[in-house]
Protein backbone atom coordinates (compact mmCIF):
# COMPACT_ATOMS: atom_id res chain seq x y z
CA UNK A 1 0.00 0.00 0.00
CA UNK A 2 0.97 3.47 -1.10
CA UNK A 3 0.69 6.89 0.99
CA UNK A 4 1.77 9.74 2.11
CA UNK A 5 1.58 10.25 5.69
CA UNK A 6 1.69 14.33 7.16
CA UNK A 7 2.80 14.92 10.67
CA UNK A 8 3.78 18.15 12.98
CA UNK A 9 0.64 20.05 12.85
CA UNK A 10 -1.14 21.06 16.09
CA UNK A 11 -2.13 24.81 17.99
CA UNK A 12 0.75 26.73 17.62
CA UNK A 13 0.49 30.19 19.04
CA UNK A 14 1.20 33.16 16.98
CA UNK A 15 4.83 33.70 16.56
CA UNK A 16 5.26 30.10 16.71
CA UNK A 17 7.36 27.92 14.33
CA UNK A 18 5.85 25.48 11.67
CA UNK A 19 7.91 22.01 11.14
CA UNK A 20 5.62 19.88 9.21
CA UNK A 21 6.55 16.67 7.90
CA UNK A 22 5.29 14.05 5.28
CA UNK A 23 6.67 10.59 4.83
CA UNK A 24 5.57 8.23 1.49
CA UNK A 25 5.63 5.09 2.15
CA UNK A 26 5.19 1.79 0.67
CA UNK A 27 6.05 0.15 -2.80
CA UNK A 28 7.14 3.18 -4.34
CA UNK A 29 9.27 2.85 -7.46
CA UNK A 30 10.49 6.55 -7.52
CA UNK A 31 9.19 9.96 -6.46
CA UNK A 32 9.89 13.09 -8.41
CA UNK A 33 8.20 16.12 -7.18
CA UNK A 34 6.88 16.21 -3.43
CA UNK A 35 5.41 19.79 -2.01
CA UNK A 36 3.05 21.30 -0.08
CA UNK A 37 -0.78 22.87 -0.34
CA UNK A 38 -3.01 24.82 1.89
CA UNK A 39 -6.51 25.33 2.44
CA UNK A 40 -7.81 27.59 4.92
CA UNK A 41 -11.07 27.62 6.24
CA UNK A 42 -13.57 29.31 3.69
CA UNK A 43 -10.33 28.98 0.82
CA UNK A 44 -9.42 27.36 -1.97
CA UNK A 45 -6.80 24.90 -1.83
CA UNK A 46 -3.01 26.85 -2.44
CA UNK A 47 0.44 26.01 -3.75
CA UNK A 48 2.77 26.81 -1.33
CA UNK A 49 6.13 25.36 -2.48
CA UNK A 50 7.48 21.87 -4.47
CA UNK A 51 10.87 20.53 -4.20
CA UNK A 52 11.87 18.25 -6.80
CA UNK A 53 14.47 15.06 -6.16
CA UNK A 54 17.80 17.18 -7.17
CA UNK A 55 16.58 19.98 -4.79
CA UNK A 56 14.80 22.68 -7.38
CA UNK A 57 12.35 24.77 -5.80
CA UNK A 58 9.04 26.25 -7.01
CA UNK A 59 6.56 28.32 -4.51
CA UNK A 60 3.98 30.61 -5.14
CA UNK A 61 4.31 34.06 -5.31
CA UNK A 62 2.53 34.69 -2.61
CA UNK A 63 4.61 32.39 -0.37
CA UNK A 64 8.12 33.16 -1.16
CA UNK A 65 10.73 33.87 1.40
CA UNK A 66 7.81 32.94 4.06
CA UNK A 67 8.65 28.93 3.99
CA UNK A 68 11.21 26.58 3.63
CA UNK A 69 11.15 23.63 2.18
CA UNK A 70 13.45 20.57 2.05
CA UNK A 71 13.17 17.02 1.35
CA UNK A 72 15.49 13.95 2.37
CA UNK A 73 15.24 11.25 -0.30
CA UNK A 74 16.83 8.41 1.53
CA UNK A 75 13.88 8.76 3.83
CA UNK A 76 11.03 9.85 1.15
CA UNK A 77 10.49 12.72 2.92
CA UNK A 78 9.75 16.33 2.51
CA UNK A 79 9.90 19.33 5.37
CA UNK A 80 8.10 22.94 5.48
CA UNK A 81 9.35 25.37 8.06
CA UNK A 82 8.25 28.38 8.51
CA UNK A 83 9.30 30.68 11.62
CA UNK A 84 6.80 33.87 12.97
CA UNK A 85 3.44 32.28 11.68
CA UNK A 86 0.20 34.25 11.96
CA UNK A 87 -3.66 33.79 12.74
CA UNK A 88 -4.34 33.60 8.88
CA UNK A 89 -2.05 31.07 8.11
CA UNK A 90 -4.26 28.53 9.58
CA UNK A 91 -5.06 25.95 7.41
CA UNK A 92 -5.02 22.15 6.90
CA UNK A 93 -1.87 21.65 4.84
CA UNK A 94 -1.62 18.38 2.10
CA UNK A 95 1.35 16.92 1.30
CA UNK A 96 1.49 15.93 -2.33
CA UNK A 97 4.07 13.59 -4.08
CA UNK A 98 4.22 12.84 -7.96
CA UNK A 99 5.46 9.12 -7.95
CA UNK A 100 5.20 6.26 -9.83
CA UNK A 101 4.49 3.36 -7.95
CA UNK A 102 5.41 0.33 -10.46
CA UNK A 103 7.70 -0.16 -12.95
CA UNK A 104 4.32 -0.47 -15.36
CA UNK A 105 2.88 2.23 -14.23
CA UNK A 106 3.16 5.87 -14.93
CA UNK A 107 3.31 8.96 -12.77
CA UNK A 108 0.36 9.84 -10.67
CA UNK A 109 -0.41 12.80 -8.17
CA UNK A 110 -1.04 11.28 -4.45
CA UNK A 111 -2.38 12.96 -1.54
CA UNK A 112 -2.04 12.92 2.15
CA UNK A 113 -5.04 13.28 4.22
CA UNK A 114 -3.81 16.76 5.49
CA UNK A 115 -2.52 18.07 9.04
CA UNK A 116 -4.35 20.49 10.34
CA UNK A 117 -2.22 23.82 11.97
CA UNK A 118 -4.23 26.17 13.92
CA UNK A 119 -2.08 29.79 14.61
CA UNK A 120 -4.33 31.14 18.00
CA UNK A 121 -3.50 32.08 21.52
Known amino acids: QVQLVESGGGLVQPGGSLRLSCVAS????????MGWYRQAPGKQRELVAT???????VQADSMKGRFDISRDNAKNTVYLQRNSLKPEETAVYYC???????????????WGQGTQVTVSS
Open 96 to 110: KADMQVTYFSGRNDY
Open 51 to 57: ITSDGTN
Open 26 to 33: GSIFSINT
